[in-house]
């Protein structure tokens, strides 16, 4: 049903400014995303960068400027009709029912790419059935893919923190999308949990050549998977480039990374 | 949060669905005979339950009858309501509102314009079963056009909220004499199908008379029936995902594809619909609609039934209705037997009033008690015998 | 013109009564985010003791006892019930109430009866003339008790660490536990300041010139149900807004049902859910209600 | 004399047994570190001393926790912070429609004596330590980020002058910055006498704050020692610090070896 | 099939008396469906017990017919579904009801009454809606007649005068609107206009009320609510200094209200019109039931509700007494013995006339006015009479 795969326009951030009661949480940002490709956003904690992600999609609504995925523009689009566009993000605080099953929570993401609305589905049209057992199929693949085929069904609630924050990312990668926004997707995790996760993100961004947007505090995983970085401060991005010309930047050291290396 | 959640949730996961959930499949083929017994005794549970069902018509009495009719008018309203308030967590306390559109509503399409008490009263006179349809259809409506709130409030306001369509509807019941007939209400044009009429002529078959109470008794299963089923379908499908998701966090749902506003409308709707047809059922069951009786006692009658019964779920409503419908039924007809209770008039405490002790102790244990409501009790006498697996 | 002056400083003086039936509503709400359905039993228990006491040990100490019961009441529906739901749903607990208000409510209109019961205040019928306007010496006193049982709640409220515990633990019991918050504490002390209230507003809902306590006089406090959401659930400045709205409303649509009868007689009950589903329709928080926030 | 003294402690969520015989000792004065991985029961753990299982529907199944000699058991939450123990917990739980200000007072409520002096001599050294709740203090604490968000916790749990600080994984989410300057402010809370008992994913960093370490791992103290001992031990060294010997291709082990097609329907 | 038909037509049983449903050869069954938890409470509980204490009575005299009467008693709480199950739960099994309290549930069922039921409802509700049916028999005069009496008292004292705006304030629902046709009617020929007030039965204070009639420049007040309502109303109107006479419908008074801040009020100048004596009266009906009723239940209240439960009663008795002695105590029997009472006079100061279900018993009204000094509250100001509005007046149903 969905159209032909066609790789992912860019993302382009223009100039967007997010005012609270008394604060500019983003002033002015500018950054693009190219297709296919990871892009970090770093920048220390209250820097906007969730603020960021919540204009992306659609959750907040920018005072100024403009978000263009493709010829679309996205500021002041609800979020699902963001997410009819194929951008799906993940939360840095989770946000799932914790009694749903992680099977039933995955079928929500791909709320968007099924059909079956009330009538479909309270006649049980064999339409719909079809459709469920085809989508579940996907669920377990997606399941599979980030480890969690195991515990499909296990209500989320149930689940170790870690566990979950994957249950998030599999959500999202439920929905197909062509952009995806990570906030924060290793926090609380183990050194080797962080490692296993940050391989399925380069492994999505290997199979399904999407764009990722990847807001994160371990360095060592925005190093390894970004081709891009954007530094916000204070709302205002401070600087950009590629990982290695981000590191070296002083403005970046002085504000976010501190003096000492923090791979220690 | 809430341990009422999880039968909207995962209750009723042994199911016959064509895909069981892949989740339960290491699970499921592990216990795949102890499932397909279980699903064995289940189907023949239920042609049982339906065969005796079927029969009752032949064995009892008008009052036992219109006791069982009211309780399927009343499980098919809180279905909806369930739908609404328990797996969407919209609480709504004006769901009388939405019977009395749909008993009214039938009243007028299916009426003739008549005078009566002094004012005449607009009826349509059309084919009773297309009024029925179209008093369903009706409270859709009516549902639609409280959208602006049902689809932006949630909680304590969306519950207040809808008690003002309470009392703006007894208002209008009072007071719209031409088309509710004021306090004396209106008389019910009986249903009519294929030629049958469902009203008091007697009809005698296999030697027991059949009046309206036996008639329509077949009609209120089949709706009950389908209700049931279609709400089923929707709360395990596609549509009931969204609607948990919006009730445990609606901006997750909303980055999720799901649109937020119109779908707390479209459920809201959908509630009043089986609202409405609840009211169509009451209204052929009364034979005549009165104002009264959708007052805010009936709403909060149904959030006690979806709460007795347990939340979210199908089988709970049913449960929950028959249960308040009963209840009363049963302590009047038995008040002489029962211990405590007297009748009327002899300084005890009354049927009526055991009745509302009871089911007031029952909305408070039920939550306390039984998690899943009454109809949790099943499940929690399968996972009792069925080990859970642990999760390492 | 003095119809209208008489018609609103009767709204008025109802008004202040139901903010303080409302203003119990919204405490509990504050300390535990339950909506308190069984507010209507609190009142008539209060007024009821009241009622029967009066005779014997003088109005006066009969209100006290009243209001301690109507307290006790409340304390011991957070204590024997409520608190066993910690951590539910907040429409759950809502139904639960509801559960609590029937049991109640049966049980104190079968010990009513059918009596028609004074209070035994003071006042008596007795009323005080301001030029055109007469007004009922109850009416006064209802004004400025409320006023008075308002302000010192909202001082209470601003500068103590109680309002602050409340406040915590009604967002997030367990961290405020961890703050060492006393959350039986916080939460009966909720309910018990909700049932006082609403046992001096039964006092005032049940003396002249209404000729006293019955068991129907619960229904009035539906009225406190539009108050508390017009202005705002969590806002006690709000049940104070909200109530005199609904008072005021409630009078005038009485007062002018004459010229009215376009949306039909008797409209004074409706008006104030009317207007309150105006409110919401531009503010769904209500008036000074805070707007759920949402941060993700 | 330890402060706290945890023994052979057991904790059950129902069917779900998340602890198992687990001893730990926390000795005045020192910074305590408890590593582990997800699900391991670090939380738990916390949640055990400072007597809010019931929240989770939890329970104590067997063993004593002790804090200076005194037992903890059967105590309620608001008696265990009076004792002087008080807990940030995970995910940091700030009071997110209250003011910073009001979040800051809802954290000097446990105290026993309400010496008003007092508070304000704690609040100005909250304030000296976080500079950016002052800043803030009029601000509703659930628009701040996270990483304030982490401070405000911090901060408030500091307003009652605990004697031990329990800390559930302070540095979750914050920029390596921020991290590093929560890490001093720990160093520097330990260092006016608080004892610390920090429960940290951070292996790092926390092996670099703490005197001592115990790993859990489902359930049960599979490692304990000092700090430094520990940090070159080589499990911990693979599990937590994500070092690995060999310089080989990294042991992607999950994810490796799946691969996600592109969904065509 | 249990419910197979067998033929449960009507029999003959001993004494050549004809009989069926509720009828035995020992027991006449009648059923009362009433409300004892809801909001008629008040009335449904002096009604009940009155007639309770009817049937003691009329045992202890030997029954009727040879056979004892035995009254079941449904309490429906004025719920509409309670009092249609609790109809239906007696119907197969009782003659017919002595009591039916709520005129909309009654109008629920008349299709049923009157089309294969066919047994004698006698509601406790005086709404000209009721009449048509010869199965349903209200026992008085209807709350138009009733208003128009108290209306045609007014002038007859020359408390008003053509010309006059008079202020009426009505129930919603059909005891008031009733009552406004009444009074719509008797204003009609008398010159008045009528000033509406609609309130409802929540409504318990008439402060609003008042003030809006006060500034209409009303000369007289008709109130048609219930007795607290009636107490706001005269107690407000009083306290503020204004002087009208206020007149109300039989429900519109309890005898608890004398107790109330309103007590002094009510005494002072207000009217109630009734279709029968008072319990306080001295005549000998009142007298011997007040005694009566004393005795039987010691801690109970004396008010009207206890003479219409009483009167209602007395009648199915006479009523019953007709049909034996025309041997046919069948449902059908009943509904002839009542047709045939033309002149029934039960002791309450007025006579009944039963011969056309469309019509009123009576015409006519008592007007009494409450007093604390006497036993019920209340004393007669003027003997039954039919004002000159009533003639010719035909309740339009
Ligand atoms: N809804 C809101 N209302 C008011 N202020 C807000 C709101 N949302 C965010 N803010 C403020 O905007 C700033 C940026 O917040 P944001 O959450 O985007 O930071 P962040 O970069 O994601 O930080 P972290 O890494 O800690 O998550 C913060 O100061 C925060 O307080
Ligand atoms: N409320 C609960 N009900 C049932 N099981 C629970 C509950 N809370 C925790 N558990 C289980 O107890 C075990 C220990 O959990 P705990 O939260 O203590 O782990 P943790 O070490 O803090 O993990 P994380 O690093 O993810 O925070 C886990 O298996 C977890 O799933
Ligand atoms: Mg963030
Ligand atoms: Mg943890």
């Known amino acids: 049903m969905s159209a032909p795969w066609s790789p992912p326009p860019p993302l382009t951030v223009t100039d967007v400014t997010v005012r609270f009661a008394g604060l500019t949480a983003l002033d002015r940002v500018s950054f693009t995303v190219d297709p296919g490709s990871v892009h970090a956003v770093i920048g220390p904690n209250g820097a906007g960068k969730s603020t960021c992600f919540n204009v992306l999609s659609g959750v907040y609504r920018a005072s100024g400027g403009s978000v263009r995925f493709g010829a679309g523009e996205l500021t002041g689009l609800a979020p699902h009709a963001v997410a009819s566009l194929g951008i799906a993000r993940t939360f840095q605080n989770l946000a799932l029912s914790p009694h749903t099953t992680v099977a039933e929570s995955l079928l929500l993401g791909r709320h968007r790419l099924m059909r079956s609305g009330f009538l479909a589905a309270g006649l049980r049209l064999p339409a719909a059935a079809r459709e469920d057992r085809l989508h579940r199929e996907r669920v377990r693949e997606i399941a599979e893919f980030v480890g969690l085929e195991g515990d499909l069904g296990a209500p989320t609630g149930s689940l170790p923190y870690g566990k979950q924050k994957l249950v998030e990312l599999a959500r999202a990668l439920c929905m197909e999308p062509r952009l995806l926004l990570l906030d924060e997707p290793v926090a609380g995790m183990t050194a080797d949990e962080r490692q296993r996760t940050a391989a399925v993100i380069a492994g999505v961004r290997d199979g399904l050549g999407i764009s990722i947007v990847l807001v994160e505090h371990d360095m060592g995983v925005v190093m390894r998977l970004a081709d891009a970085v954007t530094v916000l401060d204070f709302g205002r991005r401070i600087g950009g480039g590629t990982p290695a010309q981000v590191q070296n930047d002083p403005a970046v050291v002085r504000a976010y990374l501190g003096e000492e290396d923090p791979a220690a | 949060m809430s341990d009422t959640r999880s039968p909207a949730d995962h209750a009723e996961s042994p199911s016959p669905s064509p895909s069981p959930s892949p989740g339960r499949a290491p699970v499921a083929t592990a216990t795949a005979g102890n499932l397909r017994r279980r699903l064995g005794a289940r189907s023949v549970w239920a042609a049982a339950a339906g065969l005796v069902l079927l029969a009752l018509p032949f064995y009892l009495d008008r009052f036992w009858l219109q006791a069982g009719l009211f309780a399927m008018a009343a499980a098919i309203g809180a279905i909806g309501l369930n739908l609404l308030t328990g797996a969407t967590g919209q609480l709504s306390m004006g769901h009388a509102f939405f019977l009395a559109v749909g008993a009214y509503g039938y009243c007028a399409l299916a009426g003739d314009g008549s005078t009566a008490g002094g004012h005449t009263l607009v009826g349509l006179g059309l084919p009773s079963w297309l009024a029925a349809i179209l008093a369903v259809a009706l409270a859709g409506v009516a549902g639609g056009l409280f959208s602006p709130i049902a689809g932006r409030l949630r909680g304590a306001y969306l519950g207040i909220a809808t008690l003002a369509l309470i009392f703006i509807g007894q208002h209008v019941l009072f007071n719209a004499t031409s088309v509710t007939g004021g306090f004396n209400g209106r008389a019910v044009e009986p249903l009519s199908l294929f030629g049958f009429d469902f009203d008091d002529t007697e009809t005698v078959i296999a030697a027991v008379p059949f009046q309206s109470a036996e008639k329509l008794w077949y009609v209120s299963l089949a709706a009950l029936l389908c209700g049931a089923l279609f709400a089923r379908g929707v709360l395990r499908g596609r549509p009931g995902r969204a609607m948990n998701a919006l009730r445990d966090h609606s901006i997750a749902a909303g980055v999720m594809g799901v649109p937020v506003a119109r779908y707390r409308a479209s459920v809201f709707v959908l509630s009043s619909m089986y609202a409405g047809l609840a009211g169509v059922l009451l209204a052929l069951i009364f034979q005549r609609t009165v104002p009264d009786y959708f007052g805010m006692v009936l709403s909060l009658e149904y959030l006690a039934m979806i709460v007795i019964g347990g939340l979210g779920t199908v089988a709970g409503a049913v449960v929950g209705a028959a249960f308040v419908s009963l209840l009363p039924q049963l302590l009047t007809r038995y008040s002489d037997a029962l211990p405590l209770v007297s009748a009327p008039g002899t300084g005890g405490v009354s049927p009526g009033e055991v009745s509302r002790y009871l089911y007031g102790a029952a909305v408070v244990a039920a939550v306390l008690f039984l998690p899943g409501g009454l109809a949790g009790i099943t499940r929690i006498v399968r996972t009792r015998t069925t080990p859970t697996k642990e999760r390492t | 013109m003095s119809t209208f002056l008489e018609l609103l400083l009767g709204g008025i003086s109802m008004g202040s009564v139901y903010a303080l039936i409302a203003l119990g509503f919204v405490i509990i709400f504050k300390a535990t985010e339950v909506v308190n359905f069984a507010h209507a039993s609190l009142l008539l228990a209060g007024g009821y003791v009241t009622a029967t006491l009066h005779e014997e040990i003088g109005f006066w100490a009969a209100l006290l006892v009243g209001t301690l019961a109507a307290a006790s009441v409340g304390a011991a529906i957070e204590f024997l019930v409520m608190r066993r739901y910690r951590g539910q749903d907040q429409s759950v607990l809502a139904i639960v109430t509801i559960g609590v208000d029937i049991l109640l409510i049966t049980d104190l209109t079968r010990r009513i009866g059918t009596d028609v019961l004074p209070l035994g205040d003071p006042w008596g019928d007795r009323v005080v003339h301001f030029g055109p306007v007469t007004l009922a010496q109850t009416r006064i006193a209802a004004i400025l008790a409320a006023g008075l049982l308002i302000t010192v709640f909202l001082l209470v409220f601003r500068h103590t660490s109680w309002g602050v515990a409340m406040r915590a633990a009604a967002e997030k019991p367990e961290t405020a536990a961890l703050m060492g918050v006393r959350l039986g504490r916080v939460s009966i002390a909720a309910w018990a300041v909700a049932g006082a209230l609403a046992a001096v507003a039964a006092l005032f809902l049940t003396v002249f010139p209404t000729p006293g306590l019955e068991r129907a006089t619960s229904l009035a406090a539906l009225k406190a149900f539009p108050a508390a959401i017009l202005g705002g659930l969590d806002s006690t400045t709000g049940a104070l807004a909200g109530g005199l709205i609904v008072g005021v409303t409630e009078a005038l649509a009485t007062g002018y049902q004459g010229q009215l009868t376009f949306l039909g007689r008797g409209i004074g009950d409706l008006a104030p859910y009317l207007v309150m589903v105006g409110v919401l329709l531009i503010r769904p928080a209500g008036l000074f209600g805070t707007k759920e926030l949402a941060r993700v | 004399m330890a402060s706290l003294q945890v023994h052979a402690l057991s904790v059950g969520y129902g069917p779900v047994r998340a602890l198992r015989s687990v001893s730990l000792e926390v000795p005045a004065g020192a910074v305590v570190v408890v590593l582990g991985g997800n699900g391991a029961g670090k939380s738990t753990l916390l949640r055990a001393v400072s007597r809010t299982l019931a929240f989770h529907r939890g329970a104590v199944t067997g063993g004593t926790i002790s804090f200076d000699g005194r037992p903890l058991d059967g105590l309620g939450p608001d008696r265990v912070v009076a004792a002087g123990v008080v807990q940030v917990p995970e995910g940091r739980q700030v009071f997110t429609r209250m003011t910073v200000a009001d979040n800051l007072r809802a954290g000097a409520l446990g105290r026993r004596t309400a010496a008003r002096a007092d508070a304000a001599r704690s609040l100005a050294r909250v304030h000296e330590l976080f500079p950016v709740l002052a800043q803030r203090a009029r601000q509703r604490a659930g628009l701040l980020s996270g990483g304030e968000q982490q401070m405000l916790a911090l901060g408030r749990a500091l307003m009652s002058r605990p004697r031990l600080l329990l800390l559930d994984e302070p540095t979750l989410g914050l920029a390596p910055k921020m991290a590093a300057t929560i890490a001093e402010t720990i160093t520097e809370i330990n260092a006016s006498g608080t004892s610390v008992l920090l429960v940290e994913q951070n292996a790092a960093l926390a092996l670099r704050l703490s005197s001592h370490a115990y790993v859990l791992e489902v359930g049960e103290v599979t490692l304990d020692g000092p700090a430094a001992e520990l940090a070159a031990s080589d499990e911990v060294r693979r599990r937590y610090l994500g070092i690995t010997d060999e310089a080989g291709p990294a042991p992607a082990s999950a994810g490796a070896g799946r691969e996600l097609r592109r969904w065509t329907a | ?397």
Not at chain 5, 31 to 53: E, H, R
Not at chain 5, 108 to 126: E, F, N, S, T
Not at chain 5, 199 to 213: E, R
Not at chain 5, 239 to 249: E, T
């Open chain 5, 1 to 397: 099939s249990g419910k197979a038909k067998t033929d449960d037509g009507d029999k003959t049983a001993a004494g050549g008396v004809k009989t069926g449903a509720g009828v035995s050869d020992k027991v006449i069954r009648l059923g009362a469906l009433t409300d004892m938890t809801g909001v008629y409470a008040s009335l449904g509980k002096s009604v009940t017990q009155a007639q309770q204490l009817w049937a003691k009575q009329t045992n202890a005299a030997g029954g009727i017919c040879g056979r004892t009467i035995e009254l079941t008693v449904r309490d429906h709480g004025y719920d509409p579904q309670k009092a249609l199950a609790a109809y239906t739960e007696l119907e197969p099994s009782v003659l017919g009801y002595t009591q039916f309290i709520g005129s909309p549930f009654v109008a629920a069922v008349k299709q049923r009454i009157d089309g294969q039921d066919k047994g004698l409802v006698i509601p406790q509700a005086w709404s000209a809606s009721l009449l048509g049916s010869p199965y349903i028999r209200t026992v008085g005069a209807t709350y138009d007649i009733e208003t128009i009496n108290a209306i045609g008292f007014l002038l007859d004292e020359k408390r008003i005068a053509s010309g006059d705006k008079i202020g009426h304030v009505y129930f919603e629902g059909d005891y008031g609107e009733n009552a406004l046709a009444g009074a719509k009617h008797a204003a009609s020929k008398a010159g008045l206009t009528i000033v509406e007030q609609k309130i409802k039965p929540t409504d318990n204070d008439m402060t609003a009320q008042v003030a809006a009639l006060k500034q209409a420049g009303v000369k007289a007040l008709v109130i048609s609510a219930g007795p607290r309502q009636a107490a706001s109303l005269v107690g407000v109107a009083a306290a503020g200094g204004w002087n009208v006479p206020i007149v109300g419908n039989n429900s519109a008074f309890s005898p608890q209200l004398l107790a109330t801040p309103a007590g002094a009020a009510l005494q002072k100048d207000y009217y109630v019109a009734s279709s029968a004596l008072p319990i306080g009266s001295t005549e000998a009906g009142p007298a011997a039931l007040a005694a009566a009723y004393k005795a039987e239940y010691p801690d109970a209240g004396l008010d009207n509700g206890v003479v219409a439960g009483f009167t209602a009663g007395s009648l199915f008795g006479e009523v019953l007494k007709k049909a034996c002695t025309d041997k046919d105590l069948t449902r059908e029997g009943i509904r002839k013995a009542l047709l045939s009472l033309k002149a029934y006079d039960n002791g309450f100061g007025i006579t009944h006339d039963f011969s056309d279900p469309k019509a009123p018993s009576t015409r006519e009204s008592v007007i009494m006015k409450p007093d604390a000094a006497v036993p019920g509250g209340m004393k007669v100001v003027k003997e039954a009479a039919a004002a000159a509005a009533t003639t010719g007046f035909s309740s339009a149903s």
